[in-house]
C-alpha cells in the first residue's frame, strides 16, 4: 500500500514516462494504471506496465485500462532503457506538435481577423468616398433652399400682423432646419478629407459637439448632459479629436444598452476643466463597466468585450495612437455594474509646429 501510495502521492514535475510493476500493491496492474491515467497531473504522460507473459489476462486488463505500452517479463535493462527513451521521445514529439498546433490556431486567429480590418477598412474608404459626393449632391440643392427662404423673408412686410408672426415662426422652423443640415454636411465633407494632420488652435467644445451630432439619434435615447466651456482651447486636430470623442461616447451608449437601462434611466456626461497645466475632458455613462482586468487591456488592438460581430477591437487602440500624437494622455476607471469613466488630458503648452506628418497609424476624420 505505501509503495502505491508513493507513485501517486510523489511530486510529479519533470515527470515524461511512468513505469510500474504489475505486482505492486495493493490494487494489482489493471487498478493501478486505470488510477495513475485518472490522475490529471498525469495527463498526456505515457505510462507503462511490465508484467509476466503468462498472466495474459492481467496485460488484456491493463491495455484496456489505457497504459500505452506493456512490457513483458523477463525483460532485459537494455531492452526497457530504449523502449522507455521511445515513451519519452514521443511524448516530447507530441508536446511539440500540440505547441506548434496551439502557434497555428492563434495565426489563423489573428489572420482572421486582420482579414476582417482590410475589409472593413475597404468599407469605410468606400464610405468616405461615397460620403464626399453625397455632400456635393446635398449642397446643391441646400442652397438652392437658402436661397429661396431669403426670398421669403423678404416678404415679411408685405403680410398683415396676424398671419405675419406665424409665418416668420415657420420661416424660422426651416432656418433652423437648414442650419443643422448644413452643420451634417459641413461635419461629412471634414469627415472624408483626406490630407496631411494639421494640429491648430481650437474649441474644446466644438470638437464634442460634432461628435455629439455626428452620433444622431443615438444620444436621443439616453439622458445627455453637457458641461465644456467655450474659453476652453487646445491645440490639435479636430477632425482626429472628433474621432476619439465620437468613439467614447458610441462606447457609452452602447455600454448602457448592455447594462438594460431604460431611456429614462441611461444617461451619458460630459464635462471639461483646467487642472494645472493641463485641461481634462471627462465621459461618464452608468452602463455595464469594464471589469479590472479588462481595464489594461481595451487600448490593445483587436481586444473587444462586445461579442462575435459586434465590434473589431480597433476603436480605443486607434484612439490611443491618436491622443499620443497629439501629446494627451487618456485613463479609464470603472466598477462592473455602474459606470465607466474616461478622461482625457490635453498638455496646455504645445509645440508651434501645426502640421505633423502623416505615418502609419490612424488618419484623419472624425
Not at 509476466?52 to 523477463?74: D, T
Not at 423673408?153 to 432646419?177: P, T
Request: with cysteine; glycine share 10%; charged share 30%.
Amino acid at each position: 500500500m505505501e509503495e502505491a501510495n508513493a507513485v501517486l502521492e510523489t511530486g510529479l514535475e519533470g515527470i515524461e514516462v511512468v513505469l510500474v510493476d504489475e505486482d505492486l500493491p495493493p490494487w494489482g496492474g489493471p487498478e493501478l494504471c486505470r488510477r495513475l491515467l485518472a490522475d490529471k497531473r498525469l495527463t498526456g504522460i505515457p505510462v507503462a506496465m511490465v508484467a509476466s507473459r503468462e498472466n495474459e489476462e492481467v496485460m488484456e486488463g491493463v491495455l484496456a485500462g489505457g497504459a500505452h505500452e506493456v512490457l513483458v517479463k523477463p525483460c532485459h535493462p537494455a531492452e526497457i532503457r530504449i523502449r522507455v527513451q521511445n515513451m519519452v521521445q514521443r511524448h516530447r514529439n507530441f508536446g511539440e506538435l500540440e505547441k506548434k498546433n496551439r502557434i497555428l490556431k492563434e495565426a489563423l486567429s489573428d489572420l482572421c481577423q486582420s482579414e476582417a480590418m482590410l475589409v472593413q477598412a475597404e468599407k469605410l474608404s468606400v464610405l468616405g468616398e461615397m460620403s464626399a459626393g453625397i455632400v456635393h449632391e446635398i449642397n446643391n440643392p441646400l442652397n438652392y433652399s437658402k436661397t429661396a427662404l431669403f426670398v421669403l423673408r423678404s416678404l415679411v412686410n408685405e403680410l398683415e400682423g396676424g398671419r405675419r408672426e406665424e409665418f416668420v415662426e415657420v420661416v424660422n422652423d426651416i432656418g433652423e432646419g437648414m442650419e443643422r443640415v448644413d452643420h451634417i454636411v459641413r461635419d461629412l465633407r471634414a469627415f472624408a478629407t483626406q490630407g496631411p494632420i494639421r494640429k491648430v488652435e481650437l474649441n474644446l467644445v466644438s470638437v464634442v459637439r460634432t461628435a455629439r451630432r455626428l452620433l444622431g439619434d443615438r444620444l436621443g435615447t439616453i439622458r445627455y448632459e453637457e458641461d465644456v466651456a467655450e474659453e476652453l482651447r487646445i491645440r490639435g486636430n479636430e477632425n482626429q479629436l472628433c474621432q476619439v470623442a465620437l468613439n467614447i461616447l458610441k462606447n457609452g451608449v452602447e455600454a448602457t444598452e448592455m447594462a438594460g437601462r431604460s431611456p429614462e434611466a441611461a444617461e451619458m456626461r460630459v464635462w471639461a476643466r483646467e487642472a494645472g497645466s493641463w485641461v481634462e475632458l471627462h465621459f461618464r455613462d452608468n452602463g455595464c463597466g469594464i471589469p479590472e482586468a479588462e481595464q489594461r487591456r481595451i487600448f490593445e488592438p483587436f481586444f473587444s468585450n462586445k461579442g462575435d460581430g459586434l465590434g473589431m477591437g480597433l476603436g480605443l487602440s486607434i484612439c490611443g495612437r491618436i491622443l499620443e500624437e497629439h501629446r494627451a494622455k487618456i485613463s479609464v476607471r470603472s466598477e462592473v455594474g455602474r459606470y465607466t469613466q474616461f478622461t482625457i488630458r490635453f498638455p496646455l503648452e504645445e509645440d508651434e509646429e501645426g502640421i505633423t506628418p502623416r505615418s502609419g497609424g490612424p488618419g484623419g476624420g472624425c
